[in-house]
């Protein structure tokens, strides 16, 4: 497994795009290894989605977020009506 092992400077970077692409790309496999079990090869897909997500929540200084999508499609097929929440939770 690729070990993801952070500079000084990267830890204390406020966000990982600043980390270099050998950090970023051990942070792509790690995290793809990681829950690759649960969702196969989608795995980074997933995670790097929900991430973005809760990225944006977290721009906006909110605690929920909701993004609506209508007329869907993909590659020319109607795909519906979508509805995306984001909330946090403290338990």
């Given at each position: 497994m690729a070990?993801?092992?952070l500079t000084e400077?990267?830890?204390?970077?406020?966000?990982?795009l600043n980390w270099s692409d050998e950090a970023l790309?051990?942070?792509?496999?790690?995290t793809a290894l990681m829950i690759s079990d649960e969702y196969g090869q989608d795995a980074?897909?997933?995670?790097?989605?929900?991430?973005?997500?809760?990225s944006l929540a977290e721009k906006c200084n909110s605690t929920e977020?909701?993004?609506?999508?209508e007329?869907?499609?993909?590659?020319g097929e109607p795909k519906g009506n979508w509805k995306i929440?984001?909330?946090?939770?403290?338990?």
């Open positions: 070990e993801l092992i400077k990267e830890k204390s970077d406020l966000t990982y790309g051990k942070l792509v496999k790690k980074a897909h997933i995670t790097t989605s929900a991430h973005l997500l809760i977020t909701t993004l609506t999508f007329g869907v499609s993909h590659a929440v984001v909330f946090r939770t403290d338990d």
